[in-house]
C-alpha cells in the first residue's frame, strides 16, 4: 500500500493477556517510530528504530513492552501482561532518515488497544 | 529536553471566522517545529513546519504559523474556518530523533 498500514486496527484484550501490535511501513523508509496516545493527550514517543536496530526505545514505559523490526521493514509492538492502564491508541510512523529532525514522519491510523 | 504546550483542549470557532491555536515551545537547540492535524477515522498528517529561514510558514489548506524565538510561539493561524477544518491538532518540536507533541487542540467549527 501506499502508507502505513497498522494491524489490528482495534483489539480488546483481558487484563494479564499478550498482545502483538503490528506495522507496515512506507515502502523505503528506514526510520520507524511507536508512539502511544491515551485519551485527551498528544502522542507521546515509545521507541525509534533506524533499520533493523532499536536507535533509541527510552520511551518504553517497563519491561512489559518490547518491539522488533527483524528485516528493516515490517514492525512489531509487543505488550506482555497487559493492564488496563495500557488502554490507549498505538501508533506508527515512518520516514526516510531520520525525519523527526527535520522531515516529516507519516502516521498510520493507529492500533485502538482495550483491556478489560 | 524539547516540549510544546497547548492551551485549551478543545477549540470552537464560526465558520468564516480566524482559526487560532497557540503553541509555545521549549528547546535546548534551535527548534525545528511542526503542526499535524488529525482528521476523524485517519492518521496524523503534516500541516506545515518551521525548519529555518522564513519564519512565516505556509501550509495545507491555507493555514499558517509564525516561529517567534523571542517569545518562544509558533501559532497556527487560518483566516477564515471552513466546515471542513474540524478535526484535532497537535503542535510538535523536534530533537534526539523524536518528536514531542503537545496535548492537540479539538477544533469545533459552528455553521
Known amino acids: 500500500g501506499a502508507g502505513v498500514s497498522q494491524t489490528p486496527s482495534n483489539k480488546v484484550t483481558e487484563k494479564g493477556k499478550y498482545v502483538e501490535l503490528r506495522c507496515d511501513p512506507i515502502?523505503?523508509?528506514?526510520?520507524l517510530y511507536w508512539y502511544r496516545q491515551s485519551l485527551g493527550q498528544g502522542p507521546e514517543f515509545l521507541i525509534y528504530?533506524?533499520?533493523?536496530?532499536?536507535?533509541?526505545d527510552s520511551g518504553l514505559p517497563n519491561d512489559r513492552f518490547f518491539a522488533v523490526r527483524p528485516e528493516g521493514s515490517v514492525s512489531t509492538l509487543k505488550i506482555q501482561r497487559t493492564e488496563r492502564g495500557d488502554s490507549a491508541v498505538y501508533l506508527c510512523?515512518?520516514?526516510f532518515g531520520a525525519g523527526a529532525d527535520t522531515g516529516e514522519l507519516f502516521f498510520g491510523e493507529g492500533s485502538r488497544l482495550t483491556v478489560l | 529536553a524539547q516540549s510544546v504546550t497547548q492551551l485549551g483542549s478543545h477549540v470552537s470557532v464560526s465558520e468564516g471566522a480566524l482559526v487560532l491555536l497557540r503553541c509555545n515551545y521549549s528547546?535546548?537547540?534551535?527548534?525545528?517545529l511542526f503542526w499535524y492535524v488529525q482528521y476523524p477515522n485517519q492518521g496524523l498528517q503534516l500541516l506545515l513546519k518551521?525548519?529555518?529561514?522564513?519564519?512565516l510558514v505556509k501550509g495545507i489548506n491555507g493555514f499558517e504559523a509564525e516561529f517567534k524565538k523571542s517569545e518562544t510561539s509558533f501559532h497556527l493561524t487560518k483566516p477564515s474556518a471552513h466546515m471542513s477544518d474540524a478535526a484535532e491538532y497537535f503542535c510538535?518540536?523536534?530533537?534526539?530523533?523524536?518528536?514531542?507533541f503537545g496535548k492537540g487542540n479539538q477544533v469545533v467549527v459552528i455553521p
Open positions: 510512523a515512518s520516514s
Open positions: 515502502s523505503g523508509h528506514t526510520a
Open positions: 528504530f533506524q533499520g533493523t536496530g532499536a536507535a533509541d
Open positions: 528547546s535546548s537547540v534551535p527548534p525545528y
Open positions: 518551521y525548519t529555518t529561514g522564513a519564519t
Open positions: 510538535a518540536v523536534s530533537g534526539f530523533n523524536r518528536l514531542a
